[in-house]
């Protein structure tokens, strides 16, 4: 499914299981990513949110800087207009909260028009884009 969809966007859980061995869906993710043809794209803030959640181990941290570093995932980095727009997905959606990491990949995916995201988030069944349009989740954990 991955295949039709160049571009994807890709939350921290599903990076964090990746790389975390112990992770239940680390399997699949590796299967997933396996697969994926797609430039797979993040935020700056979600890059932030898997380190924090890889620490304290410092070489599985590196290995996944290391993937950063070699454009496995492109970290998109949040403009003036992102948080203008995320301030106004945090009062719609106040009853979630809304995270911080998950509402800026609402907003990149609306200014850089990608609908695809692989994420282990139930919360993107709930978030809309612009128009009210849903995520179309490209990664659906077993």
Known sequence: ???YYPLILIDSGIMVAFYNRQ???HQQ?????????SQLITTVSCITEVMWLLAPNIQVQNEFLSAVEKGVFLAEHLICEDYKRMAELN????DL???FSDLSLVAISERLNIPAIATLDKDFDIYRRYRNQPFIRVFYPQ
């Open 1 to 3: 499914m991955t295949n």
């Open 23 to 25: 992770d239940r869906y």
């Open 29 to 37: 993710v590796v299967q997933f990513f396996s697969t994926s043809t």
């Open 91 to 94: 009062l719609n959606y106040q």
């Open 97 to 99: 909260p809304g995270d």
